[in-house]
């Protein structure tokens, strides 16, 4: 399902030899009766051998370092400048984003591991029904899911378009 929603984005991870995953464990919980919570998630996740849990202000340290040491090697700068995105890319997959309004002049860099949960809505006061919006690269969209035998499963993707 979400391959074809976001195919290159993922075929472009899954061909990175990078040994970590960054995941946010913070997400944004509505239940039935309308209550907003924000949760922290830490558990296994398939296919993910070494996940790093870092909220948005650890990745927001992160953001700081780049601004501060140096992401992308110019004319201007010395030799002994620090490419430091360049080299974290061995470990994590990094993405620097373009566009959009930059806070004081912070690069504005993804460090998250595709796909993103930004929040999730539970539909029913039992909790197994729910929809989770995600972000994968540029696209996002809705996954409506269904609890079975205590397993979540996907079953469609809706809303689907550019972020």
């Known amino acids: 399902m979400l391959n074809r929603f976001a195919g290159n984005t993922f075929a472009t991870q899954r ?3 990078v040994p970590f995953a960054i995941v946010n464990p913070d997400v944004s919980v509505k239940l039935s009766t309308a209550q907003i ?40 700068r010395t030799a002994s400048s620090i490419d430091i995105l360049n080299l974290w890319k061995k ?21 998250e591991t595709f ?13 197994s029904k729910a929809v989770a919006r995600i972000v994968v690269g540029s696209q996002e969209g809705t996954i409506v899911l269904e609890k079975e035998a205590g397993l979540w499963t996907a079953r469609r993707l809706v809303n689907n378009g550019i972020a």
């Open 15 to 17: 061909r990175s030899p």
């Open 91 to 111: 470990f994590f997959l990094t993405e620097r984003r373009v566009g959009g309004v930059v806070v004081d002049n912070y690069p504005r860099i993804a460090f």
């Open 115 to 127: 796909p993103i949960i930004t929040d999730i809505e539970f539909l029913d006061a039992k909790r």
């Open 37 to 76: 919570t924000r949760q922290s998630v830490y558990q296994t996740l398939p296919n993910v051998d070494r996940p790093l849990f870092l909220n948005s202000e650890q990745q927001g340290i992160l953001t700081a370092i780049v601004a501060t040491l140096g992401s992308n090697p110019r004319p201007d």
